[in-house]
C-alpha cells in the first residue's frame, strides 16, 4: 500500500536533525519526453536535476581516514547514477510513448533506491542492485527542474521527498513549482500605482501532488490569467485570490490526495519595483486546499 502523502514540513519534522548530508545540485542534461513551455509532448529541452541524501549516522572512517568509506556517498557517483538514468530515457525514446515529468523524477528515484516513488520495491537493473543503500538512509530528496518549460519564469520542477527507517520508505512527498513567473499587474496603493501595470514575480508551489501526467502548463495559465486580470490594492489580497483560482483549478481538474486532506498551497509575491533601496518586498501564503473556500476566499 502507497505511503500517504505528506506536506514539506511534515517530512522535515519526520526526518528531523541529519548528522551527514551528501547534495548534488543541477546535473545538467538533455531530456525529450515532458510538455514544453506550450504544452507539446516529446520535445528534448534542458533538465536539471538535483539530489539530497540525508545519512542516519556522521562521517566516521572517511572523515578519520580521509579515504572513501562505506559510510558516505560519492558524490561523483551519484551524479554519473543520475545521468545514467536520464541517458538510458534517452536512448529509448523512439520505441516508446512521450515519458511526463512524474515519469522522469520516477526512473531516478527507482534507480537510486530500489523503490519507486511509493515505496514500493521494483527492479533496478539486471543485478538489482540500486546505488543508495537503504540501510544508511535517512531521507532522500530529488528535483527535475524544465528551465524552459515556462511560458512566462524560470521553468517548472517536480520533487519527490521520501523519509526512512530501516530500509523502508516510512514517509514521502511531492511537490509540483512553478518558478519565478513575471507578470504586468495592476497592484499598489499608490496614486501612480493605480495608472499602469508593474512586473511582480511569482513562485508557486503545489505539494501532495501525485499526478502521472504532466498538467503545470495549465496550471500557470490559470495563475497568470489570475494575476494579469487582478487590481488588488495589497499583495496580501492577491496571493489570497490566487489561492482561490488555484484550489478551484485543481478541484475541477485533479483527483484530490485519498486521506482528504487536499493539497497544500505556497504561493509567494514579490514586487521588484515597489521598494527603492531594497531588492523586492515579499508576502507568502502557505495553506491547505480544504481551507480555502471558493465563494469567499480563504478561513
Keep these: 500500500m502507497p505511503t500517504t502523502l505528506q506536506t514539506t ?21 538533455i531530456v525529450q519526453g515532458p510538455s514544453d513551455a506550450w504544452g507539446r509532448p516529446n520535445r528534448p529541452q534542458p533538465v536539471s536535476v538535483s539530489v539530497t541524501v540525508h545519512l542516519d549516522k556522521a562521517f566516521g572512517s572517511t572523515s578519520t581516514s580521509d579515504a572513501l568509506t562505506s559510510d558516505t556517498i560519492h558524490y561523483g557517483l551519484l551524479s554519473k547514477a543520475v545521468l545514467a538514468t536520464l541517458t538510458r530515457l534517452d536512448a529509448h525514446k523512439t520505441s516508446r510513448q512521450a515519458l ?16 519507486d516513488i511509493c515505496g514500493l520495491p521494483v527492479d533496478v537493473d539486471d ?4 546505488f543508495l543503500q537503504l540501510a544508511f538512509l535517512k531521507s532522500l530528496q530529488v528535483t527535475v527542474h524544465l528551465p524552459k518549460a515556462s511560458l512566462q519564469g524560470g521553468g517548472v520542477s517536480l520533487t519527490g521527498t521520501g523519509v526512512f527507517g530501516k530500509s523502508v520508505l516510512i514517509a514521502r512527498g511531492v511537490a509540483l513549482k512553478l518558478h519565478d513567473m513575471r507578470v504586468p499587474v495592476l497592484i499598489g496603493v499608490n496614486d501612480n500605482e493605480r495608472e499602469a501595470k508593474q512586473g511582480v514575480v511569482a513562485n508557486v508551489e503545489v505539494e501532495r501532488f501525485d499526478e502521472a501526467g ?26 489570497a485570490d490566487m489561492a482561490v483560482h488555484m484550489t478551484a483549478h485543481l478541484a475541477k481538474n485533479h483527483k484530490a ?10 504561493i509567494s509575491v514579490e514586487k521588484p519595483i515597489a521598494v527603492v533601496f531594497a531588492d523586492a518586498p515579499c508576502v507568502e501564503l502557505r ?6 473556500r471558493l465563494d469567499k476566499g480563504l478561513n
Excluded at 9 to 29: C, E, F, M
Excluded at 215 to 230: I, Q
Design 100 to 115: 511526463p515529468l512524474p515519469d522522469i523524477l520516477e526512473a531516478i528515484w527507482v534507480d537510486l533506491t530500489g523503490l
Design 214 to 239: 504532466d498538467s503545470y502548463c495549465d496550471l500557470e495559465k490559470v495563475v497568470v490569467k489570475a494575476m494579469a486580470d487582478s487590481s488588488f490594492e495589497t499583495i496580501e489580497a492577491l496571493v
Design 257 to 266: 490526495p485519498p486521506d482528504g486532506q487536499g493539497w497544500h498551497l505556497n
Design 9 to 29: 514540513h511534515s517530512l522535515l519534522v519526520a526526518t528531523g536533525q541529519s548528522p551527514s548530508i551528501v547534495r548534488v545540485k543541477n546535473i545538467q542534461s
Design 127 to 130: 543485478d538489482g542492485t540500486p
Design 287 to 292: 495553506i491547505g486546499t480544504n481551507h480555502v
